[in-house]
């Protein structure tokens, strides 16, 4: 990987030190090589031996941080066989990991079972010996005396008090009396075809006196009552008659078998349904769709949201139930089912691909989305096989998998939207439009919703949206930097909120006004700074944004002169009584950035704020040698023929090793550098358009066609042949160069060997009008390679 010049590297000298680099944690990327390394050779030496290829896959899948696959390396490394002897003790990390590896093909392979119940569970409790699943974890709990009844009992859930309840009492809270069993009158009715629950099914029962529903067989002397009747005076059916002790909303006697849900339009989706919970409050008439269930404090993560358990006695939110897995009729995997079709059980997953794959349908074909129906050799639509249309979006109709209370995710995104950027006219008022009509039509609105939800930028863009803050460059500057507050800048300048400017000069800008604002002792900075580090760097940025070797050659050359001055203020030494001395013990200190003072120097002396001294440049230690392990032609023959690089990776590395460009350049190109027509692709890379031959022509016009474009898709067509994250961007150098570096491809050294071939087989005039780059460094690079000067008048002549 290539460094940038003056960055702090790693200890292993591979690596740029990130903004989050700590003395503790060390080099990130280091850290990941070494932990994948160490896990994937405890996997070759386990049992079973496992390729190293398919445990490369299977844990890039299992464990997708660096502490996990630490954890799973360290615990191969004490016990080789883990992977089939069943330990409880596993990291809950290598039983995802067993599950890969399963679907990858691997037999033999063991679950992490249970310490207590010996169950391939779940094991989510360490306990002594081992881990333990939920249900063991339930059991291990000290029984305490429930606060509703007094019984001594292993407590399920706590009260609003913190009190102790049992299952029985637990149950209460969520059963109705109506829907009770009537012998035991705590747990629901179900699946049975009397109103007893099932553990009281084959209990002895006696006929109430009352409703004449099953009741417990009393003593002798005394009446029979069941348990509804005893919880609530029961009364007439005022439709049918029947002694009942369910209640309307008008409190009037009504049983089960007169009830009907009203029909009606929901007041959350606008679809006409059944409707399954009245208006309450400020919540609306809503269907089965949109009910999700009564809002409790959930038992299980604490918050509160719509939760269900009345079957189980213990009311769970839907992240927090924990459902049974079963083999997925489309994938076979065992996952949590989703939905249940004709086919079999479907997991969330095939669920989503399928209710969003759309297809020309045999019947009638129309694009729609098909559907295996019974009766139909193949998937089909909803109207070719009589169905109704099921899981549409409430609103806007689309074939889409609902994403929250009936609508589809792109309607869920102009909802909060909306309810962020406010309506047209404040939009229109700010020059917000373009932004709101491009989050609009994302590419995938699921990901701009969980953007919206997580990215800090987003309370930032709702100040401005609602006036708050100024729409300016100036008001996000004042701002704490941070990744997310450049996104939402790249995005404002992208859909013409904000005028463009270049991000490094301007954080440049600021990074000079911080580094001076500590330094007032020193005056003569701030001029400098200005007039020569600052005004050079503004003039490059009217040619080319600054790339990141101009933004830190700046920044050192500045503080390569603070240090200077610092320096003679440790000897008492004003800046005008600065002597030969004082220069050369500078020069002789161990500043790795003494020679960058030289430019200090030279214009303090024609200021004449320093006398006339002699401070040398730099030494140079001579061009490095194009030292490359890998052949440039075996080299490019792979990068042109690997089926398993993209297009992407595969242009933009034969662009460096064929044609010797620099990293900056590559990927700084522009649609408009490159030229397809029916029989030729050419690109501009000097002053001549260069003709590709095939493959790479083929390659290149395949990247133009499906380049990437990111989250750019939906503000403008990018005109940057490799796009960025950033909106409206170009990748970063440094992105480009670690991509690179995974396929095999050394920048800069592949660079420099491609320059000394070029220069040692075509005249230097040739070669900088070809690549792009000056006459002086193509001669440079001709003399090292051996070409005499003798060529020129003879190509003259020609």
């Known amino acids: 990987m290539t460094v940038p010049a003056g960055a702090k590297v790693c200890s292993a000298g591979l ?96 679950d992490p079972q249970c310490l207590d119940c010996g169950q391939p569970r779940k094991l989510g409790f360490p306990v002594e010996g081992g881990r333990v699943c939920d249900r063991c974890k ?20 706590r009260d609003e008090h913190g009190g102790a309840l049992c ?240 609508l589809c995710a792109r309607c869920v995104l102009h909802d909060r939207l909306t309810e962020l950027f406010g309506d047209v006219a404040q939009r229109t008022s700010i020059g917000l439009d373009g932004l709101f009509d491009a989050l609009c039509g994302a590419r995938s609105p699921k990901d701009t919703i969980t953007w919206l939800a997580n990215t800090p930028s987003a309370p930032i863009l709702g100040q401005i949206a609602r006036g708050e803050l100024p729409c300016s460059h100036e008001t996000l500057d004042q701002l704490a930097s941070s990744p997310a507050l450049a996104h939402l800048e790249h995005l404002l300048v992208a859909t013409g909120a904000l005028p463009p400017r270049d991000p490094a000069l301007a954080r440049l800008e600021r990074w000079i006004e911080n580094f001076l604002s500590v330094r007032e002792s020193e005056p003569a900075l701030r001029p400098f700074a200005h007039w020569i580090v600052l005004r050079r760097a503004r003039a490059s940025s009217h040619n080319a944004p600054l790339t990141n070797g101009q933004l830190t050659a700046a920044k050192n050359e500045l503080t390569a002169a603070g240090e200077f001055l610092a320096m003679l203020a440790e000897h008492d030494t004003p800046l005008d009584g600065c002597r030969q001395a004082d220069i050369d013990t500078w020069l002789t200190g161990a500043h790795h950035n003494r020679y960058r003072a030289r430019s200090f120097v030279l214009w303090a002396t024609a200021r004449k704020l320093i006398p006339r001294l002699d401070f040398p440049a730099g030494q140079r230690t001579g061009r490095p040698q194009a030292i490359s392990d890998d052949d440039p032609a075996q080299l490019a023959h792979r990068l042109l023929h690997a089926p398993d690089i993209t297009a992407r990776d595969r242009v933009a590395a034969l662009l460096i090793v064929l044609f010797a460009q620099p990293v900056g350049r590559v990927a700084r190109l522009t649609i408009d550098d490159v030229t397809i027509t029916e029989d030729a692709v050419a690109i501009r890379l000097g002053t001549t358009p260069i003709e590709l031959p095939q493959p790479l022509a083929g390659h290149l016009r395949d990247l133009v066609t499906d380049r990437r474009t990111g989250a750019a898709a939906a503000i403008d067509e990018p005109r940057w042949l490799f796009h960025g994250k950033a909106p409206g961007r170009p990748i970063h150098e440094l992105a480009l160069s670690r ?32 690549l792009g780059i000056h006459i002086s460094t193509a001669t440079t690079w001709a003399e090292i390679a051996g070409r005499p000067w003798s060529d020129y008048p003879s190509l003259r002549d020609q």
């Open 167 to 406: 299952s029985a009492c637990q149950s209460r809270l969520f059963v109705r009396a109506v829907h009770r069993c009537t012998l035991c009158g705590i747990n629901k009715t179900y699946r049975t075809r009397r109103p007893v629950c099932t553990q009281c099914a084959e209990r002895a029962s006696t006929d109430c006196t009352t409703c004449g529903l099953p009741a417990t067989v009393p003593a002798a002397g005394t009446a029979a009552c069941c348990a509804r009747c005893a919880l609530a005076p029961p009364a007439p059916c005022h439709m049918c008659g029947e002694m009942t002790a369910g209640r309307d909303r008008e409190d009037r006697a009504r049983c089960d078998a007169c009830y009907q849900r009203p029909v009606g339009t929901c007041g959350r989706c606008g679809r006409v349904r059944a409707i399954v919970r009245l208006a309450t409050g400020d919540d609306p008439d809503l269907c089965a769709v949109c009910w999700t269930g009564p809002t409790f404090q959930c038992e299980g993560c604490g918050r509160t949201r719509p939760c269900r358990g009345e079957r189980r006695g213990r009311m769970l939110c839907n992240i927090c139930r924990p459902p049974a897995p079963q083999r997925c009729a489309h994938c076979q995997r065992q996952r949590k089912v989703t939905a249940r079709w004709p086919e079999g059980p479907v997991c969330a997953t095939c669920y989503q691909r399928a209710l969003n794959a759309k297809g020309s349908c045999p019947g009638c074909e129309r694009t729609r989305r098909l559907l295996a129906y019974p009766g139909f050799p193949e998937p089909v639509c909803s109207d070719c096989a009589g169905a109704p249309p099921e899981h549409v979006c409430g609103r806007c109709g689309d074939e889409h998998a609902p994403y929250r209370r009936g």
């Open 15 to 110: 690596h740029a030190r990130s903004s989050r680099w700590s003395p503790s944690a060390g080099c990130g990327p280091c850290n990941d090589e070494r932990a994948l390394a160490r896990a994937i050779h405890a996997l070759a030496a386990g049992v079973p031996p496992i390729d190293s290829r398919i445990g490369r896959a299977a844990l890039a899948r299992a464990a997708p941080k660096t502490r996990m696959v630490g954890t799973i390396g360290e615990h191969l490394e004490r016990h080789p066989n883990a992977l089939v002897d069943g330990d409880s003790g596993a990291p809950r990390a290598l039983q995802a990991l067993i599950s890969e590896l399963r679907t990858a093909g691997v037999d033999g392979l063991v």
């Open 138 to 157: 339930r059991r291990r709990r000290p029984p305490e005396r429930c606060t509703r009844c007094g019984k001594l009992a292993r407590p399920v859930a």
């Open 739 to 770: 991509r690179l570096k995974l396929i095999g491809v050394d920048c800069a050294a592949a660079r420099r060997s491609t320059l000394l071939h070029l220069a040692g087989e075509i005249p230097a005039a040739i070669v900088a009008e070809m």
